[in-house]
């Protein structure tokens, strides 16, 4: 991955650094709110030695700052913290003394400074008034040479003891301002491994990258789909009825030599949207002045019917069987050339049914009488339903929905198309995530008011009323 890569990954998911920044606050919140406010009493002592000269107070300088470096182990040795424990005002045993005090030096100086952290802001500077006496007298004994009557060093309190009026911890600013990067490092981290190990397809270089096969048009994502899944008033105009044309056109001009007159629509998994896309498609090759027939051969889940308000009791598998005559079963749908053949009964055996010549037939017959026949067909992956209608038929259209349909997905059932030696027309990439531009380029080229109300007007469906011959539909109706 290249910078612009990461880049991508967390302004894709954007969402995910916020909602990691967030649980970092809180959770510095909580601790800053559960964490017992500490207070630090501190005292400086003046590590020396006597000296005549100044030769003797250079050599004493030197000698004095490498005793106030053996000093810091001092403070901490269990000598010193039993000497402040036995001050009755400090109401701590050895262990607690040392464990609350601590040393350092001063660089370049003869400076030994000591702090004690406790939560009792009053122990805390009793405990370094202790010190500061018990420290002093401790050196001048260590340092009092056998038979001799005054140390070689002496240790002076220059500054303290004094302890501070506010807490040294816990500092919600900076716990916060820490915590807020963390978060913000964490989730931008999760945005890039997410990316990383993320092998949906969201975009139309994905999909062709992924099954090196043409992208007849991406539908992109739209909130209203699921109230108006149909491209008809106003959702005829939008961005999707826009790709809808778009897929039309390419599937006009998919051969060049011979036209792709039965076309077979189907998903590598179920909800990705194959229905509606058959759906729409047939719409906007009957707007468009052709004759159409949409089938349903989804005969496992058909939808069609119910999208379409009409009626599905009976339908191919009826036809197929000899139950009726396909004049009988097809319906008009609208007041265009679009006629419905909806799936009719649940067979016992779909693919059997599908793959039978009664099929074979049916659709070479469909074909000579219609334009264009759409066929709605199972998921590949789940059935084989799809790729025994597709081996049937012209070609296939394969339907990705962005987000949800993998890589591996995606090319399985470009494999199982291919492998029944039936032809892939191309993919359309459903639910396509769209660049705020691209919605304004179409409304600035979208068509006119006067085709908004001409778009308006449509009727509803009518009643199944005669297709154009030879076939003849029958009084079945929405």
């Given amino acids: 991955m290249e910078l612009r890569d990461y880049v991508s990954a967390v302004r894709k998911r954007w969402w995910l650094v916020a909602a990691a920044a967030c649980l970092a606050l809180v959770a510095a919140v909580v601790v800053t709110a559960r964490t017992a406010p500490t207070y630090a009493a501190g005292v400086t002592f003046f590590v020396s030695t006597p000296s005549t000269g100044v030769t003797d107070a250079y050599q004493g300088g030197l000698f004095s700052q490498q ?18 424990a036995a001050d009755p005002s400090v109401g701590l045993d050895a262990g607690e003394v040392q464990r609350r005090i601590s040393a350092h030096t001063v660089p370049d100086t003869v400076l030994l400074e000591v702090t004690v952290v406790d939560t009792d802001s009053a122990r805390a500077l ?8 018990k420290f002093s007298a401790l050196v001048a004994t260590i340092e009092t040479p056998p038979g001799g009557s005054a140390p070689t060093v002496r240790v002076d309190v220059v500054t303290g003891p004094r302890v501070s009026t506010d807490p040294i911890s816990p500092q919600p600013a900076r716990n916060f301002a820490i915590a807020l990067l963390l978060g913000l490092i964490a989730g931008a981290g999760l945005a890039v491994l997410r990316e990383i190990l993320d092998t949906s397809i969201r975009s139309a270089a994905q999909l062709r990258q992924a099954t090196r096969k043409a992208i007849l048009a991406a539908v992109p994502h739209d ?10 008033e106003d959702a005829a105009w939008s961005p999707r009825g826009e790709a809808m044309r778009h897929l039309r056109t390419n599937l006009q001009f998919v051969d060049p030599d011979r036209r792709a007159r039965c ?4 998903s590598a998994l179920p909800d990705e949207g194959k229905s509606t896309i058959a759906c729409n498609l047939a719409i906007v090759l009957a707007e468009a002045g052709h004759r159409v027939l949409l089938v349903d051969a989804d005969v496992r889940r058909p939808k069609l019917a119910e999208y379409l308000d009409l009626e599905g009791a009976v339908g191919l598998t009826n036809v197929l069987v000899g139950q009726l005559d396909l004049d009988t079963a097809v319906q008009r749908w609208g007041d265009r050339e679009l006629w419905v053949l909806p799936s009719g009964s649940i067979p016992p055996n779909p693919s059997e049914l599908l793959g039978s010549q009664q099929m074979t037939r049916l659709l070479a017959e469909v074909s000579e009488a219609y334009d264009y026949v759409v066929v709605d067909s199972s998921p590949l992956l789940v059935v084989t339903d799809a790729a025994v209608v597709a081996s049937r038929a012209d070609g296939a259209v394969l339907v990705t929905r962005a987000g949800r349909t993998s890589v591996a997905q995606a090319q ?15 993919c359309v990439l459903n639910g396509a995530k769209g660049a705020v531009g691209d919605a304004y380029t179409y409304a600035y080229y979208g068509p006119s008011e006067g085709a908004h109300r001409s778009a308006r ?19 079945r109706g929405a």
């Fill in 263 to 266: 076309v077979v629509v189907t």
């Fill in 67 to 84: 005793r106030a470096r053996s000093y810091v182990t001092l403070v901490g040795s269990d000598r010193l913290a039993d000497a402040v």
């Fill in 412 to 426: 399985a059932a470009v494999h199982a198309i291919e492998a029944v030696s039936a032809r892939l027309f191309g």
């Fill in 126 to 133: 009793r405990v370094a008034q202790a010190v500061a006496t």
């Fill in 223 to 232: 909130a209203h789909a699921l109230e108006s899944p149909l491209l008809v």
């Fill in 457 to 475: 007007a449509l009727p509803a469906p009518e009643q199944a009323v005669t297709p154009p011959e030879p076939v003849k539909a029958g009084t």
